[in-house]
């Protein structure tokens, strides 16, 4: 596995696989990888003979009073986790060889609505930031295809968006959300929850299930998540939100609408975990 930390050794290697030939698969992501990460390399794999990997913790899109600088970093842990599963290039960079500029003077990218929206709404500007960086590593990476977890399901669908309205020549996969065996979504934030927070983080998503079902039995996306938000409450989580949307591009849904998807926010103690689980109404 190469491992670049410059602009231009990743470009070398870019250069040198479109040379042979060969198509490039791309997967962006923050490093503290778990199992969930691993599954996007292996769909990768899958679809291409080359596999790129980028580690970069992104301090556009956090704000002022969130975890940039208690973001886990396990840097060697994770080189050694992608080069056991085959990755070819890892591209690891550092703030000044990302963005020449301040964050203040940085040329930024923006999804309208969809990144104004749930998470959008309660953590302002974290979609500009990863729209933003996602555009820079599509620039330097040069990817046919990018492979995106589903658990992080509104930043999927504002990559899409963006690629879509810029014309990029990227295909974006999205890759079903691995869960722990009692349910609980993979994260690299789950590291932060307690005992007895973890023994209670689960409920969220069985609370996305039963939103699931009280919409299968007739009930109405507001009955729906208003019982869920209660539901949460006395579990003791502090939910930002829960919302039933459109799977196809998070609207709200109308009567005619079957291909639906629940999203949900919520925080246990200082921890803020996110699921989602999409479903059809027959």
Same mark, same amino acid.
């Given at each position: ?60 899109? #956090? ?63 974290? #979609? ?108 003791? #989580? ?45």
């Amino acid at each position: 596995m190469i491992v670049a930390s410059t602009i231009s050794v990743l470009r070398e290697q870019v250069a040198r696989h479109r040379r042979a030939g060969e198509r490039i698969a791309f997967v962006p992501t923050m490093g503290s990888l778990h199992a969930g990460h691993l599954r996007l390399m292996s769909e990768a794999r899958q679809r291409a003979p080359v596999v790129t990997a980028s580690i970069y913790i992104n301090p556009l899109q #956090f704000s002022a009073n969130e975890d940039f600088d208690a973001y886990p970093r396990t840097p060697e842990e994770d080189r050694v986790a992608l080069e056991s599963v085959g990755v070819d290039v890892l591209f690891m960079p550092g703030d000044r060889e990302m963005y020449a500029r301040s964050a203040a003077a940085v040329t930024r990218v923006e999804v309208p609505g969809l990144g104004d929206i749930l998470c959008g709404a309660f953590r302002p500007g974290h #979609f500009q930031g990863v729209a933003t960086v996602v555009t820079r590593l599509f620039n330097l990476v040069q990817p046919d295809v990018a492979i995106f977890g589903k658990k992080d399901y509104q930043q999927l669908m504002v990559v899409r968006r963006m690629v879509e309205d810029l014309g990029m020549p990227v295909e974006i996969i999205g890759v079903e959300t691995v869960r722990e065996s009692d349910g609980l979504a993979l994260s690299s934030r789950n590291r932060y929850l307690a005992a007895s927070e973890r023994a209670l983080a689960p409920r969220l998503y069985k609370t996305l299930d039963g939103v699931r079902k009280r919409m299968l039995a007739g009930a109405t996306p507001l009955g729906a998540e208003t019982w869920a938000m209660e539901a949460l409450r006395a579990a003791g #989580f502090r939910p930002d939100y829960v919302s039933v949307r459109r799977q196809a591009d998070l609207a709200p849904p109308e009567g005619a609408d079957r291909g639906l998807v629940v999203l949900a926010a919520a925080w246990l103690g200082k921890t803020r975990l996110i699921d989602n689980l999409e479903f059809h109404l027959d």
